[in-house]
């Protein structure tokens, strides 16, 4: 899109943007009365859960092969660790959010000192039966259900963990999402998110999948931006592909907001 305007030359930042009618920011810059943006058209919920009941066969070796389950463990052991309602509670329940094949809802569940009772969704009902038949097998149980981040099918503040793992970045407006997420929250509660991160070996994701671009500093303002408050970025401390392609951050649900 090339938009005349009226003001001087100045630049601004493409990512994380999620006031663009839907559409994913690609690059923004003013030059002089110029406005230079692109953007992309994500893909539409339809079209996502076709091409993810696609992936769903391979996607626990995508898993696997790029180390994602002891990253995901490190993470939320970390983003527990900044969340002091997880030394005082005897039980926690939570939700995974596009679940896949639950490999967030495994890492949770050994990352957590104490029971954790979960829940989890996903659009995709391919991934939601690879999940179950993949849970099952390493005897954990988790209660899945079809159903869209965006329209979470729980009352007000049922969960201490609201989680989503590389699923944000796939909306037209994350921040509605993540809205709905905190909605599901109990105050109090902690919300998790992991987001593809904008690197070069991210590109290739973002350009398959139509995705934001997201940096740390994009992400962190998504969790204000949803009420959230302690936001902080964790990351994995480890090598390799995950950390290229991968960011998370974690806030806290106010105690007043109900
Ligand atoms: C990149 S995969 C990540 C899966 C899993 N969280 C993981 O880390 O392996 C994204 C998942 O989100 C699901 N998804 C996409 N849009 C969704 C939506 N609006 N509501 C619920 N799930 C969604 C997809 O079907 C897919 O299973």
New binding site residues.
């Given amino acids: 899109m090339l938009t005349p305007t009226r003001s001087t030359s100045s630049s601004a930042p493409a990512g994380g943007d999620t006031d663009n009618g839907g559409r994913i920011p690609v690059f923004a810059r003013r030059l002089g009365s110029w406005h230079l943006s692109l953007q992309r058209q994500p893909y539409d919920?339809a079209n996502?859960?076709a091409n993810?009941d696609l992936a769903?066969a391979g996607?626990h070796k995508i898993?696997d092969r790029l180390d994602?389950m002891p990253a995901?463990r490190a993470l939320l052991k970390q983003a527990l660790a900044h969340w002091p309602a997880a030394r005082s509670s005897q039980h926690l329940r939570a939700l995974?959010?596009?679940?896949?094949?639950g490999?967030?809802s495994e890492a949770l569940a050994g990352a957590c000192a104490v029971p954790v009772e979960i829940d989890a969704?996903?659009?995709?009902p391919v991934?939601l039966s690879k999940a179950g038949e993949r849970l099952r097998k390493i005897g954990l149980n988790v209660a899945l259900r079809q159903?869209?981040?965006?329209r979470l099918p729980y009352a007000n503040n049922s969960f201490d963990i609201v989680m989503?793992?590389?699923?944000l970045e796939?909306?037209p407006d994350p921040v509605a999402?993540l809205s709905e997420m905190v909605r599901v929250a109990r105050p109090g509660g902690l919300v998790f998110a992991?987001i593809t991160r904008r690197t070069l070996p991210g590109l290739w994701i973002h350009f398959l999948w139509r995705t934001h671009m997201v940096s740390p500093a994009d992400a962190e303002n998504w969790l204000h931006r949803a009420a959230l408050q302690d936001v902080t970025s964790v990351s994995p401390n480890c090598r390799g592909l995950f950390r290229q392609l991968s960011l998370a951050c974690c806030g806290v649900k106010p105690d007043n907001q109900c």
């Fill in positions: 919920a996502l859960v993810y769903a996607w898993i994602y995901y995974d959010c596009g679940t896949g094949t490999a967030l969704v996903d659009i995709s991934m159903a869209d981040v965006q989503a793992g590389h699923i796939h909306l999402a992991c």
